[in-house]
């Protein structure tokens, strides 16, 4: 686990946020980053490096007012995670649509702590765009900090490598990267 986090923060570019600002911000793919909760001045990093969209996996709304302010399109996802619960699969599909349209990007998607609902959505699209398996998916969350106490996600997971869900991205070539120093 250590090693592929140290890999991550060695791959990060340049003028990444305090990680008081965005817990466990990665990249996970040119313009698709993801992380914990921001505070006001994590989504002020976000908005002055030319994200567009930020993705909340929170049942809580409180950010959206700051997101919208700053210029961004907010974009919530509401999922409750319990130990044997998963995703909704119209959560997922939405997700999708989002991931879809190239004028979201660059894009930002956080729970609160980055890892247990971000990681599963992270990891369906590990499997969908980057053609993963579902093993090699769940693997990353929980190097990320995916908790073993969700074996409902990961099921999903390897599950979704198996369906025909998988075909719900579409890839586009060029899409807009944010800002950061490389």
């Not at 908005?47 to 210029?71: P, W, Y």
């Not at 993963?132 to 190097?143: C, L, N, P, T, V």
Request: net charge positive.
């Amino acid at each position: 686990m250590f090693k592929l986090i140290a890999l991550g923060l060695l791959l990060l570019p340049a003028g990444t946020p305090k990680k008081s600002e965005i817990p466990r911000f990665l990249k996970v793919d040119d313009g698709f980053y993801r992380g914990g909760q921001p505070t006001r001045a994590g989504f002020e990093f976000l908005k002055n490096h030319g994200f567009k969209t930020v993705i909340n996996l929170r049942q809580e709304n409180d950010e959206a007012a700051i997101v919208q302010e700053l210029g961004m399109n907010y974009v919530h996802l509401p999922m409750s995670v319990k130990p044997w619960s998963k995703i909704p699969d119209r959560a997922i599909e939405k997700y999708f649509e989002v991931l879809n349209n190239p004028d979201n990007y660059p894009i930002f998607i956080h729970c609160r702590r980055g890892a247990d609902r971000t990681g599963a959505m992270v990891g369906f699209y590990r499997v969908a765009a980057q053609g993963w398996s579902g093993k090699k998916a769940y693997s990353e969350a929980r190097d990320v900090g995916m908790r073993w106490w969700y074996p409902g996600l990961k099921d999903q997971i390897k599950d979704f490598a198996k369906s025909d869900e998988a075909s719900l991205f579409k890839p586009n070539a060029a899409l807009p990267k944010p800002a950061l120093a490389q």
